[in-house]
């Protein structure tokens, strides 16, 4: 077995090439487990920057159709830390969906995301105020005075190729005593169930072990943390995205543009309630198509960690 330089991301330990390699436009990436901290790694690591990103498929279009309302994760991290509200800041916050729901809930809202089309989505769907383009090294040189009480970084840790100095920077927006809430992919489930967890989109794969550790090495002390299985809805999801071409019969989109071809710019109520009953349908559909395998798999997995998707974790700033 191979060893490359020091790791990346602890900055200590020794590369250990494991036996992974994937192919990215023309690029070869070959994956790492680390000696000392044990994440695993890929090499190249780069993040390949903002305008990588408007143009991948995973992201270009997150905008046209977004998802308006609040996850699991994001509601969990209002709920564990209820009562208390405070000041939060949202790295990577997209169209702001989590940052609506903190706002109904008495949280004092700022939000970044290196997308200046969802910084305005945000702010015109959900009328929210400090939504930035930037990143998280350039919003705090902006605003080298603001605190918070908490700081998400949702579906962000993956695609770093910077944890050390990204957890600095957060730890220096936080209050003492502050709070982090973090998600990304959980490295041991199937790799079917996360097609996208690959260079260059992410560069670091982690398990629980592993993130604690490195958040304690980092000045954080872990609260709260679990795997998440998505459970069959997601199966439904994952099977439709991949055969539902095939069975697929267009209706939402085409009732969708019927609507723009009829010259409406806001979609009156009754085309709502037509778009609603068809997507309604739709949804059907996939259920009575993809219901009963998807629950066949959710068998076949529930005595594996392959049916976990994301790792999820709650954080609390240590005194240092």
């Known amino acids: 077995m191979t060893t490359t330089d020091t790791c990346p991301i602890c900055g200590t330990g020794v590369g250990k090439r494991l036996s992974d390699t994937h192919m990215d436009t023309g690029t070869i990436y070959t994956r790492y487990a680390c000696s000392s901290c044990d994440a695993w790694y890929w090499r190249p690591f780069k993040n390949p920057g903002a305008a990588w990103y408007s143009?991948?498929?995973?992201?270009?279009?997150?905008?046209?159709?977004?998802?308006?309302?609040?996850?699991?994760?994001?509601?969990?991290?209002?709920?564990?830390?209820?009562?208390?509200?405070g000041r939060v800041l949202d790295v990577g916050c997209g169209i702001g969906n989590f940052l609506a729901h903190a706002r109904d809930r008495g949280w004092q809202t700022r939000g970044i995301d290196f997308d200046p089309d969802a910084v305005?989505?945000?702010?015109?769907?959900?009328?929210?105020?400090?939504?930035?383009?930037?990143?998280?090294?350039?919003?705090?040189?902006?605003?080298?005075?603001?605190?918070?009480?908490?700081?998400?970084f949702f579906d962000v840790f993956e695609h770093l190729d910077n944890h050390r100095e990204f957890l600095a920077d957060v730890r220096g927006l936080l209050a003492d005593?502050?709070?982090?809430?973090?998600?990304?992919?959980?490295?041991?489930?199937?790799?079917?169930?996360?097609?996208?967890?690959?260079?260059?989109?992410?560069?670091?794969?982690?398990?629980?072990?592993?993130?604690?550790?490195?958040?304690?090495a980092n000045g954080y002390t872990v609260r709260y943390i679990t795997r998440r299985s998505e459970g069959i809805r997601f199966l439904i999801l994952k099977l439709?995205?991949?055969?539902?071409?095939?069975?697929?019969?267009?209706l939402v989109g085409k009732a969708k543009a019927a609507?723009?071809?009829?010259?409406?710019?806001?979609?009156?109520?009754?085309?709502?309630?037509?778009?609603?009953?068809?997507?309604?349908?739709?949804?059907?559909?996939?259920?009575?198509?993809?219901?009963?395998?998807?629950?066949?798999?959710?068998?076949?997995?529930l005595p594996s960690r392959k049916r976990y998707?994301?790792?999820?974790?709650?954080?609390?700033?240590n005194d240092l």
């Open 55 to 85: 143009r991948d498929e995973r992201y270009a279009g997150r905008n046209a159709d977004p998802i308006l309302e609040p996850n699991w994760n994001h509601r969990n991290v209002i709920s564990f830390l209820a009562p208390r509200t």
């Open 120 to 152: 305005a989505a945000g702010t015109a769907a959900f009328g929210l105020e400090g939504l930035e383009v930037n990143d998280l090294a350039g919003f705090r040189e902006a605003h080298p005075s603001e605190r918070f009480d908490l700081v998400t």
């Open 177 to 216: 005593g502050g709070y982090v809430a973090m998600s990304l992919p959980y490295r041991h489930g199937a790799s079917w169930l996360k097609p996208y967890d690959l260079p260059p989109r992410h560069l670091s794969q982690w398990d629980r072990r592993t993130l604690v550790r490195f958040l304690a």
């Open 240 to 250: 439709r995205f991949r055969y539902g071409r095939l069975f697929s019969f267009g």
């Open 259 to 301: 609507v723009r071809a009829g010259g409406e710019i806001r979609i009156s109520a009754s085309a709502r309630r037509r778009i609603g009953l068809l997507s309604f349908a739709a949804q059907m559909k996939d259920a009575l198509l993809f219901g009963i395998p998807a629950c066949l798999i959710w068998l076949a997995m």
């Open 309 to 317: 998707v994301t790792l999820y974790a709650i954080a609390q700033k």
